[in-house]
Protein backbone atom coordinates (compact mmCIF):
# COMPACT_ATOMS: atom_id res chain seq x y z
CA UNK A 1 0.00 0.00 0.00
CA UNK A 2 1.11 3.82 -0.52
CA UNK A 3 -0.04 6.67 1.34
CA UNK A 4 0.63 10.30 -0.57
CA UNK A 5 0.39 13.91 1.75
CA UNK A 6 0.42 16.93 -0.07
CA UNK A 7 1.28 19.96 1.04
CA UNK A 8 2.47 23.48 0.00
CA UNK A 9 -0.93 25.12 -1.23
CA UNK A 10 -1.54 28.55 -0.23
CA UNK A 11 -3.29 31.93 -1.82
CA UNK A 12 -0.56 33.87 -3.59
CA UNK A 13 -1.28 36.78 -5.81
CA UNK A 14 -0.67 36.69 -9.33
CA UNK A 15 2.75 36.69 -11.10
CA UNK A 16 4.28 34.65 -7.36
CA UNK A 17 5.61 31.25 -6.61
CA UNK A 18 4.47 28.69 -4.85
CA UNK A 19 6.18 24.82 -4.16
CA UNK A 20 4.09 22.08 -3.50
CA UNK A 21 5.34 18.75 -2.04
CA UNK A 22 3.86 15.27 -2.16
CA UNK A 23 5.32 12.50 0.34
CA UNK A 24 4.82 8.56 -0.70
CA UNK A 25 5.13 6.38 2.66
CA UNK A 26 4.98 2.35 1.54
CA UNK A 27 6.08 0.20 -0.86
CA UNK A 28 6.95 2.63 -3.34
CA UNK A 29 8.74 1.28 -6.75
CA UNK A 30 11.34 3.28 -8.25
CA UNK A 31 10.01 2.88 -11.39
CA UNK A 32 6.84 3.93 -10.47
CA UNK A 33 4.87 7.00 -12.56
CA UNK A 34 4.30 10.08 -10.22
CA UNK A 35 2.35 13.77 -11.38
CA UNK A 36 1.03 16.00 -10.44
CA UNK A 37 -3.03 16.29 -11.48
CA UNK A 38 -5.73 20.09 -10.57
CA UNK A 39 -8.77 20.29 -10.56
CA UNK A 40 -10.36 23.41 -11.03
CA UNK A 41 -14.57 24.51 -9.92
CA UNK A 42 -16.80 23.18 -12.99
CA UNK A 43 -13.65 21.57 -14.78
CA UNK A 44 -12.19 17.97 -15.25
CA UNK A 45 -9.15 16.97 -13.07
CA UNK A 46 -6.20 17.85 -15.54
CA UNK A 47 -2.60 16.39 -16.23
CA UNK A 48 -0.20 19.31 -15.14
CA UNK A 49 2.58 17.55 -14.97
CA UNK A 50 4.45 14.08 -15.27
CA UNK A 51 7.70 12.44 -14.41
CA UNK A 52 7.76 8.48 -15.76
CA UNK A 53 8.99 5.24 -14.89
CA UNK A 54 11.93 5.82 -17.47
CA UNK A 55 12.46 9.45 -16.18
CA UNK A 56 10.62 11.38 -18.99
CA UNK A 57 9.00 14.55 -17.95
CA UNK A 58 5.92 15.80 -19.47
CA UNK A 59 4.31 19.11 -18.56
CA UNK A 60 0.64 20.56 -20.26
CA UNK A 61 0.84 23.45 -22.61
CA UNK A 62 -0.71 25.81 -19.69
CA UNK A 63 2.45 25.58 -17.47
CA UNK A 64 5.13 25.07 -19.57
CA UNK A 65 8.08 27.58 -19.05
CA UNK A 66 6.49 28.00 -15.20
CA UNK A 67 5.89 25.20 -13.84
CA UNK A 68 9.05 22.37 -12.69
CA UNK A 69 7.96 18.98 -11.41
CA UNK A 70 11.19 16.59 -9.58
CA UNK A 71 11.16 13.45 -6.98
CA UNK A 72 14.24 12.67 -5.69
CA UNK A 73 16.00 9.56 -6.53
CA UNK A 74 13.78 7.02 -4.48
CA UNK A 75 10.75 8.34 -6.06
CA UNK A 76 9.36 9.34 -2.26
CA UNK A 77 8.83 12.48 -3.13
CA UNK A 78 7.16 15.07 -5.56
CA UNK A 79 7.95 18.41 -6.05
CA UNK A 80 5.62 21.13 -8.00
CA UNK A 81 8.54 24.42 -8.10
CA UNK A 82 5.50 26.58 -9.90
CA UNK A 83 6.43 30.22 -10.76
CA UNK A 84 4.79 33.10 -12.53
CA UNK A 85 1.56 31.79 -11.33
CA UNK A 86 -1.87 33.37 -12.94
CA UNK A 87 -5.87 32.82 -11.58
CA UNK A 88 -6.26 30.41 -13.65
CA UNK A 89 -4.12 28.00 -11.92
CA UNK A 90 -6.50 28.43 -8.99
CA UNK A 91 -7.12 24.71 -8.42
CA UNK A 92 -7.18 22.00 -5.75
CA UNK A 93 -3.38 20.39 -6.81
CA UNK A 94 -3.62 16.45 -6.30
CA UNK A 95 -0.19 14.31 -6.44
CA UNK A 96 -0.64 10.68 -8.59
CA UNK A 97 1.27 7.34 -8.37
CA UNK A 98 0.87 4.62 -10.47
CA UNK A 99 2.63 1.23 -10.00
CA UNK A 100 1.48 -0.69 -13.16
CA UNK A 101 -1.90 -1.81 -11.90
CA UNK A 102 -2.07 0.17 -8.72
CA UNK A 103 -3.08 4.25 -8.42
CA UNK A 104 -2.98 6.25 -5.99
CA UNK A 105 -4.07 9.72 -4.90
CA UNK A 106 -3.43 12.22 -2.32
CA UNK A 107 -5.81 14.00 -0.47
CA UNK A 108 -5.38 17.48 -2.37
CA UNK A 109 -4.02 20.80 -1.64
CA UNK A 110 -5.96 23.72 -2.33
CA UNK A 111 -3.65 26.64 -4.33
CA UNK A 112 -5.10 30.11 -4.79
CA UNK A 113 -4.27 32.95 -7.13
CA UNK A 114 -5.92 36.04 -6.32
CA UNK A 115 -5.00 39.98 -6.46
Known amino acids: QVHLVESGGALVQPGGSLRLSCLAS????????MAWYRQAPGRERELVAQ???????FYSDSVKGRFTVSTDNTKNTLWLQMNNLKPEDTAVYYC?????????WGQGTQVTISS
Open 51 to 57: ISSVNNI
Open 26 to 33: GHVAIIST
Open 96 to 104: NLNMGSRNY
